[in-house]
């Protein structure tokens, strides 16, 4: 499964065995708190329902994290497709400028935790404060 840990980063969970309840077999959809920003399967229907990616947000970093907290709280559920195949093509060296936009990945995140995380979010801003300041 995927999930975040304190520093809003994206983590790997093992995968449950299944249970013979809501998991009978391997290929059976494992219900996951979010999304590998780089894994996503939506019709664009639902992705404009949610409001598609938030504006304030810069560049790339946490638009994962945005997007599940949004599916959550708007009745959606996130699941992993064991049987499905993907592909993600890695670049060889980040192709993004930063000039004079230091710390994207902490800012966006500070937003996300700001927009979607209520009384939690000061879990996420009392980490990232020195590192801003």
């Known amino acids: 499964m ?25 290929a059976d959809p494992i219900p996951t708190p979010t999304h590998l920003g780089c894994c996503l399967a939506t019709s664009k229907k ?20 945005e997007l599940s907290f949004k599916t959550w709280m708007c009745g959606g559920r996130l699941e992993i497709i064991p049987c499905s195949h993907i592909a993600h093509m ?9 000039v004079g936009k230091p710390r994207i990945l902490e800012r966006n995140c500070l937003r996300v935790s700001e927009v979607w995380m209520d009384e939690y979010k000061v879990f996420y801003q009392h980490r990232l404060k020195a590192v801003l300041s």
Do not use: A, Q, S
């Not at 995927?2 to 249970?19: E, H, K, V, Y």
């Not at 639902?46 to 994290?65: Q, V």
């Open 2 to 26: 995927c999930g975040f840990d304190f520093d809003m980063l994206f983590t790997w969970i093992p995968i449950p065995p299944p249970d013979g309840i809501k998991r009978r077999t391997w």
């Open 46 to 65: 639902n992705f404009d329902k949610l409001g598609r990616y938030d504006p304030g947000l810069e560049i790339w970093g946490c638009e994962n994290l």
């Open 90 to 98: 890695f670049k060889h060296h980040i192709i993004y400028k930063w």
